[in-house]
């Protein structure tokens, strides 16, 4: 558009210039070409300020709507190109903050009293604080609630309302070395705890460490088995924790002493997991130094990066009567504010987004697993099996029922960590959770 009014303004200009440069004319000649050059001029006006006027119009006719973002633009991209092109009157500026803790902080000031985004990612940390300070819409009456899982809204929610729409869930699971499985005569998945820790003792024998973990991750066996025996069986098992009404000891206890007794005293984890980075334990897994390793489709890359080689696949976490749980969540969603300053666009935001496209894009995205059964989508081969159960709602992760699930896992992983290093007994270790959760409620 630029060059268009660069084109009229030199014709005008050129215009002027054959007026002017008739000196040898006539007068009534003079006269003539002066009044052609006027014309031209009066014309040349016009058309230029029609193209501006042009300019202006596309520069403003579209809207644009607002999305505080836990993803960066680039992750995004092929999601905003796509609502784009869906509606081209629309623009979505997508304004990434690092999570956790940063983003955390952001929505906390939005919430009081900075002008907020039209749209957000919704985190269960601070879901209690949005519904206190009715900084979200309530989205349970759109349509793709009746196809969501279980799982994705009541992450989601608070109370009777949800806040927003998680189309993926995260989904842990124990990866195992086949060659190493099958050099130890393992010949099936475990399907029981006991079974687990049998595989564990040959591979033992074998000479190689059976299970390794990064110091973070130093307890999450026990919350898989925790979650076999008892969320398999009761999916509200720990919603006591949040008013007192139970106690971490009574609830983890048996599963707690199996970890110890099975796991922890033969050396099956070592201790040299408490000082290793994730980045060392996949070196471990990959290159065969240890045959198990709690992760997620994230370690996947990884583990081929540092060995191109390497075999491995995939079971969920058995518990003592069998009842294998993956462990994950849902991932965190997008919602709408209510103080948006263009809320209806940001509702048709969220119908693309929920639109069979907007679907096929998103699970391109993150590659996650998706909450909406149907969608066609790809994971790594050893993956491909856990699909179904992650869309049918059977995953858990404990974070999402826990009060300020923050503290209580950092005091988890501590409590653990001290167990395989000796400072705690199991009792002792329940008893510090115990405490740092009732310290929580009475604040």
């Given at each position: 558009?630029?060059?268009?009014?660069?084109?009229?303004?030199?014709?005008?200009?050129?215009a002027?210039?054959i007026?002017?440069?008739?000196?040898?004319?006539?007068?009534?000649?003079t006269?003539?070409?002066?009044?052609?050059?006027?014309?031209?001029?009066?014309?040349?006006?016009?058309?230029?300020?029609?193209?501006?006027?042009?300019?202006?119009?596309?520069?403003t006719?579209?809207?644009?709507?607002?999305?505080?973002?836990?993803?960066?633009?680039?992750?995004?991209?092929?999601?905003?190109?796509?609502?784009?092109?869906?509606?081209?009157?629309?623009?979505?500026?997508?304004?990434?903050?690092?999570?956790?803790?940063?983003?955390?902080?952001?929505?906390?000031?939005?919430?009081?009293?900075?002008?907020?985004?039209?749209?957000?990612?919704?985190?269960?940390?601070?879901?209690?604080?949005?519904?206190?300070?009715?900084?979200?819409?309530?989205?349970?009456?759109?349509?793709?609630?009746?196809?969501?899982?279980?799982?994705?809204?009541?992450?989601?929610?608070?109370?009777?309302?949800?806040?927003?729409?998680?189309?993926?869930?995260?989904?842990?699971?124990?990866?195992?070395?086949?060659e190493?499985?099958?050099?130890?005569?393992?010949?099936?998945?475990?399907?029981?705890?006991?079974e687990?820790?049998?595989?564990?003792?040959?591979?033992?024998?074998?000479?190689?460490?059976?299970?390794?973990?990064?110091?973070?991750?130093?307890?999450?066996?026990?919350?898989?088995?925790?979650?076999?025996?008892?969320?398999?069986?009761?999916?509200?098992?720990?919603?006591?924790?949040?008013?007192?009404?139970?106690?971490?000891?009574?609830?983890?206890g048996?599963?707690?002493?199996?970890?110890?007794?099975?796991?922890?005293?033969?050396?099956?984890?070592?201790?040299?997991?408490?000082?290793?980075?994730?980045?060392?334990?996949?070196?471990?897994?990959?290159?065969?130094?240890?045959?198990m390793?709690?992760?997620?489709?994230?370690?996947?890359?990884?583990?081929?990066?540092?060995?191109?080689?390497?075999?491995?696949?995939?079971?969920?976490?058995?518990?003592?009567?069998?009842?294998?749980?993956?462990?994950?969540?849902?991932?965190?969603?997008?919602?709408?504010?209510?103080?948006?300053?263009?809320?209806?666009?940001?509702?048709?935001?969220?119908?693309?987004?929920t639109?069979?496209?907007?679907?096929?894009?998103?699970?391109?995205?993150l590659?996650?697993?998706?909450?909406?059964?149907?969608?066609?989508?790809?994971?790594?081969?050893?993956?491909?099996?856990?699909?179904?159960?992650?869309?049918?709602?059977?995953?858990?992760?404990?974070?999402?029922?826990?009060?300020?699930?923050?503290?209580?896992?950092?005091?988890?992983?501590?409590?653990?960590?001290?167990?395989?290093?000796?400072?705690?007994?199991?009792?002792?270790?329940?008893?510090?959770?115990?405490?740092?959760?009732?310290?929580?409620?009475?604040?």
């Amino acid at each position: 558009m630029k060059k268009v009014i660069a084109a009229l303004l030199c014709i005008c200009m050129a215009a002027g210039l054959i007026g002017c440069g008739s000196g040898t004319a006539a007068p009534d000649e003079t006269n003539n070409s002066a009044e052609s050059s006027t014309e031209d001029s009066a014309e040349g006006d016009a058309e230029t300020e029609q193209a501006q006027e042009e300019a202006a119009s596309n520069t403003t006719s579209k809207t644009t709507i607002t999305l505080l973002s836990w993803y960066t633009e680039e992750q995004l991209k092929a999601l905003k190109d796509g609502f784009e092109a869906s509606n081209p009157d629309l623009e979505l500026e997508i304004q990434y903050v690092p999570p956790t803790e940063q983003y955390t902080e952001k929505v906390m000031l939005l919430m009081n009293g900075d002008e907020p985004t039209d749209l957000f990612f919704y985190g269960p940390d601070f879901g209690e604080a949005i519904d206190e300070t009715n900084f979200a819409e309530d989205l349970s009456s759109l349509p793709i609630m009746e196809k969501l899982s279980g799982n994705a809204k009541r992450t989601m929610s608070i109370g009777d309302k949800i806040y927003a729409v998680s189309l993926d869930s995260w989904a842990g699971c124990m990866f195992y070395n086949t060659e190493l499985f099958e050099q130890a005569g393992i010949t099936q998945i475990p399907q029981t705890w006991d079974e687990l820790v049998e595989a564990m003792g040959k591979l033992n024998d074998l000479g190689v460490e059976p299970l390794v973990a990064q110091a973070e991750d130093a307890g999450r066996l026990l919350l898989g088995l925790f979650a076999a025996n008892e969320i398999s069986k009761d999916p509200e098992a720990e919603y006591g924790l949040a008013d007192g009404s139970k106690t971490f000891s009574e609830l983890y206890g048996p599963s707690m002493e199996a970890w110890y007794e099975d796991v922890v005293k033969p050396g099956y984890i070592r201790q040299s997991c408490l000082s290793l980075t994730s980045d060392q334990a996949e070196e471990m897994f990959a290159n065969g130094k240890a045959a198990m390793l709690l992760g997620g489709p994230w370690n996947i890359p990884n583990f081929v990066q540092k060995n191109p080689e390497a075999t491995f696949d995939a079971f969920a976490v058995p518990g003592f009567e069998g009842n294998p749980t993956l462990q994950g969540g849902a991932n965190v969603g997008i919602g709408v504010t209510t103080g948006a300053a263009h809320k209806e666009e940001a509702y048709r935001f969220m119908d693309y987004l929920t639109s069979e496209e907007g679907l096929a894009i998103w699970a391109t995205v993150l590659g996650n697993f998706m909450n909406v059964p149907g969608v066609d989508y790809e994971v790594h081969p050893c993956l491909e099996k856990f699909k179904d159960a992650v869309a049918n709602d059977e995953l858990y992760w404990q974070t999402v029922v826990w009060p300020d699930s923050a503290s209580v896992l950092n005091e988890f992983t501590t409590s653990c960590q001290n167990v395989i290093a000796g400072i705690y007994t199991p009792e002792e270790a329940l008893e510090s959770i115990d405490a740092k959760i009732a310290d929580l409620i009475s604040q």
